[in-house]
């Protein structure tokens, strides 16, 4: 596997400069990994742009790379957010890892009615920066070039107010319409995925009211950490990004 690594702080890189890494990253790189001088990396900013090279500078502190080349990308459009619903243990951090894996833009943390997860107080930031750390490592070990947004908690009310300026997919098994079957036009589409017992009646009412579809996956009941990437896969085939 390629060797990866993000520094969010180096701007558009350029053939013939020089990329560095410092702290925790060139600390990896460099005693956990092992790289050397004369070894080729490759180092992005997280906002499209991948510079690759060979090691000129290789401490504890500090990983140097001379550029060779410049990757940029230009990202998604329409964009896929994926509006995740807290879930118990990790099974939402499985979620927005793959998620990541699979292209994801955007990933919104969602206090849902049935959520037995919850942020609150303290939480809130506790939350967002892991999901923000479990989204940046996803990033590197899938080679983006783009990392993820990771927006702000919202509440049910919160995420209705998304769905009259987006194309708001509820993933729903009881739902008449396929996800394949949908026509998509040029706005960004919201996934919205419930927590273990599912999107409300209630919740998925107020939804629909805004703007939403409700839309089901297939004939079986998918997991609310695999329900998401499954259908980002989807949207990947119909948008032809696959």
Do not use: C
């Not at 790189?29 to 180092?43: F, K, N, Q, Y």
């Not at 990983?63 to 994926?82: D, F, Q, Y």
């Not at 079957?181 to 009211?209: F, K, M, N, T």
Request: charge should be negative.
């Amino acid at each position: 596997m390629a060797h990866f690594y993000l520094n969010e702080l180096l701007g558009t890189p350029v053939v013939g400069g020089t990329v560095s890494l410092a702290g925790q990253e060139a600390r990896h790189a460099v005693t956990v990994s092992r790289l050397a001088v004369g070894e080729e990396v490759s180092i992005g900013n997280g906002i499209g742009d991948i510079a690759r090279g060979p090691i000129t500078v290789a401490t504890h502190t500090e990983l140097t790379i001379e550029v060779a080349s410049v990757e940029s990308e230009e990202r998604g459009a329409p964009a896929i957010v994926l509006a995740q619903a807290l879930a118990k243990g990790d099974r939402d951090e499985l979620a927005i890892q793959a998620a990541t894996e699979l292209g994801v833009d955007a990933v919104i943390p969602w206090t849902a009615a049935r959520s037995i997860s919850r942020w609150e107080g303290p939480k809130i930031t506790k939350g967002h920066e892991r999901w923000s750390a479990v989204v940046r490592e996803a990033t590197k070990q899938s080679i983006r070039s783009w990392i993820p947004d990771v927006l702000d908690l919202v509440s049910t009310k919160q995420l209705a107010k998304l769905a009259g300026s987006t194309r708001m997919l509820v993933l729903d098994p009881t739902a008449t319409e396929s996800l394949t079957s949908i026509e998509l036009d040029d706005r960004d589409l919201v996934l919205v995925v419930g927590p273990e017992g599912g999107v409300s009646p209630a919740e998925l009412d107020l939804l629909v009211a805004a703007g939403a579809s409700a839309v089901r996956l297939g004939a079986t009941v998918l997991r609310t950490s695999t329900a998401g990437p499954a259908a980002i896969a989807v949207l990947n085939a119909k948008l032809g990004r696959w």
